[in-house]
């Protein structure tokens, strides 16, 4: 951790009901007091005006926008609307919408794009796979990930939001990174914005996603440039979660 504030962002993916959500609405806010960091919680699509209900929208997150504007693409939700409903923020490139839905590092960066032309934050996700981590390649395919998004909103844009690392390994998986090999990571995500724009890199919130738990929190939050988490799994218990947003001051 760092000078810069903590952010710590709940993905539910496609979890969650209105009861639900409800039940953890209540759990979060008796349960919050004192916390420090930034707070984001990014819920299905449909969610939204929920917590929106419930939260200052600096604290409301989607899990993905469209790349298009409006018109006819049946199924998409635009930036616009998204921010018209009182959204602060939104993931992008999350790796289950690359895996699933073929998102390219183009597709990924015009999307952070369309969010930062609506007024949305990008969290904007980055992580390599097994596979590649095996091939002795993941740095350098996080640099290309990292490239295309810096190509096209530049290091001020993605300030404005967040980068996430999340390997792929490490999701939901109960295979957390180490702090250390995480640190690692980070540090190099960092100085690659930092070669182009050093005030924004040392600005940047870098967080980490990936079977973060209560216990693993601390020693992961505890390095340098690791500024909070996504937290996926976790983030479904309301006090989970309340622990993990604590971690970020121990
Ligand atoms: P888990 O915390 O369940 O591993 O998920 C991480 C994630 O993908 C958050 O976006």
């Given amino acids: 951790m760092s000078e810069r504030r903590a952010l710590v962002a709940a993905n539910w993916k496609m979890n969650g009901s209105r009861a639900a ?10 349960g919050s007091d004192g916390i420090t960091c930034e707070v984001v919680v990014c819920s299905p699509y449909v969610y939204v005006p929920q917590l929106r209900d419930r939260l200052a929208a600096d604290h409301v997150g989607a899990q993905d926008v469209s790349a298009n504007l409006a018109g006819a693409f049946t199924g998409d939700v635009s930036a616009e609307m998204l921010r018209d409903v009182g959204c602060g ?5 999350h790796s289950e919408r690359r895996q699933w ?47 295309a998004i810096l190509q096209r909103v530049g ?27 995480t640190q690692e990571v980070h540090a190099a995500l960092r100085a690659q914005v930092h070669q182009g724009a050093p005030g924004p890199a040392n600005a940047l919130r870098i967080v ?22 996504l937290i996926g799994g976790a983030s479904l218990v309301a006090a989970d979660f309340v622990a993990i947003c604590r971690a970020t001051t121990v």
């Fill in 89 to 93: 923020w939104v993931i992008v490139g």
């Fill in 101 to 147: 839905h073929h998102e390219t590092d183009e597709m990924v960066a015009l999307k952070t794009e369309r969010a930062l032309q609506a007024g949305l934050r990008p969290l904007v996700c980055v992580g390599e796979t097994l596979q590649q981590r095996e091939a002795g390649q993941p740095l350098a395919v996080l640099s290309s990930q990292l490239a």
């Fill in 155 to 181: 290091a001020d844009g993605l300030l404005r939001g967040g980068l996430a690392y999340e390997p792929v390994w490490a999701i939901g998986t109960g295979r957390t990174a180490t702090p250390q090999q």
């Fill in 21 to 30: 959500n409800d039940a953890w609405l209540t759990e979060f806010a008796a």
């Fill in 208 to 229: 980490y996603g990936g079977s973060v738990k209560p216990g693993n929190a601390p020693e992961l939050f505890a390095q340098p440039d690791i500024d909070g988490g």
